[in-house]
Nanobody, 116 residues
Framework: VQLQASGGGSVQPGGSLRLSCAAS????????MGWYRQAPGKQRELVAT????????NYADSVKGRFTISRDNAKNTVYLQMNSLKPEDTGVYYCNADRVGYGRYWGQGTLVTVSS
């Protein structure tokens, strides 16, 4: 499984960004995808996840009400719409995919910087 993330960048506080993560390769059996982030000097943390079948979602408390994760199964792509961004949202965002029987795959990170 290859995961290609895109959409990071620099934005002022209160701004918005949309991240995309496209899966390719041996994608059969992927049952969930999500986003994690890692701020400088901190551990990687969960941001949001979504199941590929029923579309059940899970969010970190810190992003609830501001971020929305969605999927397009036809395109094997997951999106993360980030609104009302705060400086503490700054970090490298990584997408992941969980494949039944094979474990978790990670994409390359995309940098999000929120600063005035």
């Amino acid at each position: 499984v290859q995961l290609q993330a895109s959409g990071g960048g620099s934005v002022q506080p209160g701004g918005s960004l949309r991240l995309s993560c496209a899966a390719s390769g041996s994608i059969f059996g992927i049952n969930a995808m999500g986003w994690y982030r890692q701020a400088p000097g901190k551990q990687r943390e969960l941001v949001a996840t979504i199941t590929t079948s029923g579309g059940s979602t899970n969010y970190a408390d810190s992003v609830k009400g501001r971020f929305t994760i969605s999927r397009d199964n036809a395109k094997n792509t997951v999106y993360l719409q980030m609104n009302s961004l705060k400086p503490e949202d700054t970090g490298v965002y990584y997408c992941n995919a969980d494949r039944v029987g094979y474990g978790r795959y990670w994409g390359q990170g995309t940098l999000v910087t929120v600063s005035s």
